[in-house]
C-alpha cells in the first residue's frame, strides 16, 4: 500500500509552569539537580513543518522579533538531530507561531523543538516510539522532555527524568508577562551568588502541594506553590515583587515567578476570577501583558486538520 505524504504537519505545543521547583547545589557538568512539579498550561506555540528545498525557519506573532530564526533555534537543531537518525537531510520550512513568551520562563524554545520532533516523526512516517523522541529531547534540553509528555509530572535530574503525577480537575491561571525576557543560566548562577552570600529559603518537600493536586483544590494548593529560582529572578529584576503584589491584591489565590521568571503565574479559583484578575492586574501596569490560561492539558500533539 502506497503511503500518503502529508503537505505539512501542525502541532500544538503548551507552555508550563513549575508548581513547586526545589534547586539542588551546582553539578561538575554546570547544571543544577532539580525536583521540579511542572504543569503543562494552555497558553502554546503551534509549529508547522513542510518539505522545503533546505532548512529555513520562520517564526511569527508580536514577539517574533526577538526570536532567533538561524541555528541557534532551538528547533534547528531538532531538525537536524531527527534528520541524521532517519539518515536524511533536514530540508524542511519550520513555522513556528509564537504565543508562548520568549525567555518568560514557560519552556517557548524548548516547546517548539518538542513539537519540532513530533510534528517531523508524522511528515517523514518514521514511526518514531515514545523512547526514541525521549533520547533526542534530553540532548536538546531540560525542559523538552516535559514538554513532549505534558500534563502534570515530577521531574528529577536536570529536571528531564519524569513521572506522571494525578491532577484532579482543571486549574486557572493568569500570567503576567514582563517587558524583558531573564536568561535561564543567568538566574540560576543569581541563585548560587544568592546562596553562597547567605542561603535563601529553600522549598521543601513536595508531598503536600502532591496532595493537594490530587484532590483538584486550588485553595489548598496556592500556599504551597514554591519556586527556589524566585528570589534569585526578584534580585535580577525587583519590579517583580510589585507584580506578584499586584497579583494578589487583584484577587489571585497566590503569584509565583515562573521557572526561571520573569513571568509571574497567578493561580485563580476558576474561569470568572481569571477573567477578573486579569483585567485588575491590566490596568495595574505591572507588566507588559497579561494571558489566561488553564491546566495541565497533554503535552506536543498532532493538531488534526479537520479540528482546527
Ligand atoms: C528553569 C527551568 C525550570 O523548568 O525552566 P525555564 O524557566 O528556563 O523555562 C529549566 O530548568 C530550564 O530548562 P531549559 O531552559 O531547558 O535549560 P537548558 O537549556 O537545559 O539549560 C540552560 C542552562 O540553565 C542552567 N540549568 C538548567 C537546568 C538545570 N537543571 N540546571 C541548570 O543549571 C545551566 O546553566 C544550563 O546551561
Ligand atoms: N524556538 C524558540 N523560541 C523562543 N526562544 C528561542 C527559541 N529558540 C531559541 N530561543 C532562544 O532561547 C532563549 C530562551 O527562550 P525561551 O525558551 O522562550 O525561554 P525560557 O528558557 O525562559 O523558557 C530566547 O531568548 C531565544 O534567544
Not at 521547583?21 to 503551534?46: E, I, K
Not at 495541565?296 to 479540528?307: E, K, L
Amino acid at each position: 500500500m502506497l503511503s500518503v505524504v502529508p503537505a505539512s504537519v501542525t502541532v500544538r505545543a503548551p507552555s508550563k509552569v513549575n508548581l513547586h521547583l526545589a534547586v539542588g547545589d551546582l553539578r561538575p557538568d554546570g547544571y543544577h539537580d532539580l525536583r521540579t512539579v511542572f504543569q503543562a498550561l494552555s497558553l502554546h506555540d503551534q509549529v508547522t513543518v513542510a518539505p522545503a528545498d533546505t532548512l529555513r525557519v520562520e517564526v511569527r506573532g508580536p514577539d517574533a522579533a526577538s526570536v532567533p530564526t538561524d541555528s541557534s533555534n532551538l528547533v534547528w537543531r531538532a531538525a537536524e538531530m531527527v534528520a541524521e537518525r532517519a539518515g536524511r537531510t533536514p530540508d524542511v520550512e519550520i513555522t513556528i507561531d509564537k504565543g508562548i513568551p520568549v525567555a518568560g520562563g514557560m519552556a517557548g524554545g524548548s516547546a517548539d523543538a518538542a513539537a519540532t520532533l513530533v510534528a517531523l516523526d508524522a511528515l517523514w512516517g518514521l514511526g518514531a516510539g515514545r523512547s526514541d523522541l525521549d533520547e533526542i529531547a534530553a540532548q536538546l534540553g531540560s525542559d523538552v522532555n516535559f514538554c513532549l509528555h505534558g500534563n502534570t509530572a515530577l521531574g528529577t535530574g536536570r529536571g528531564e527524568q519524569l513521572v506522571p503525577v494525578l491532577s484532579r480537575g482543571t486549574f486557572h491561571w493568569v500570567l503576567a508577562i514582563a517587558k524583558d525576557g531573564l536568561s535561564t543560566p543567568v538566574v540560576f548562577r543569581e541563585l548560587d551568588r544568592l546562596r553562597a552570600s547567605g542561603d535563601p529559603q529553600r522549598v521543601g518537600d513536595a508531598d503536600e502541594l502532591l496532595h493537594a493536586l490530587g484532590a483538584g483544590d486550588p485553595h489548598a494548593l496556592a500556599p504551597l506553590l514554591g519556586n527556589d529560582l524566585q528570589s534569585a529572578a526578584l534580585s535580577l529584576n525587583p519590579a517583580l515583587r510589585r507584580t506578584l503584589r499586584a497579583g494578589v491584591e487583584a484577587g489571585a489565590l497566590a503569584g509565583i515567578v515562573s521557572g526561571s521568571g520573569p513571568t509571574c503565574a497567578f493561580l485563580v479559583d476558576d474561569q470568572r476570577a481569571a477573567v477578573e484578575v486579569s483585567a485588575e492586574l491590566s490596568g495595574a501596569g505591572v507588566c507588559r501583558t497579561v494571558r489566561i490560561a488553564s491546566g495541565p492539558v497533554p503535552g506536543t500533539r498532532v493538531v488534526d486538520p479537520a479540528r482546527s
